[in-house]
């Protein structure tokens, strides 16, 4: 069995600013960029919901607001 406390994740962030985390030291998926915080699962998770305050993709938020 594998240790997932050990590993150490991304917070990553598309082109929509939608946010989720990724296993550090694995190829990012086409369309996600690091946002620049690293950290365990849950430190990751913490750090997303302080940052994703608003959860509509960017494009709708722009319709909406703009």
């Known amino acids: 069995m594998t ?7 991304l917070v ?3 082109d929509e600013e939608q946010y ?6 694995f190829p990012l998926p086409e369309g996600w960029r690091e946002a620049g ?5 849950q430190a990751c998770m ?3 919901d302080t940052v994703w305050t608003d959860l509509r993709p960017r ?8």
């Open 12 to 14: 990553v962030v598309n």
């Open 59 to 66: 494009s709708l938020r722009e319709a909406q607001d703009g």
């Open 46 to 48: 913490d750090h997303i």
């Open 37 to 41: 915080f690293t950290g365990s699962e």
């Open 20 to 25: 989720s985390i990724w296993r550090e030291g």
């Open 3 to 9: 240790d997932t406390k050990a590993w150490t994740y």
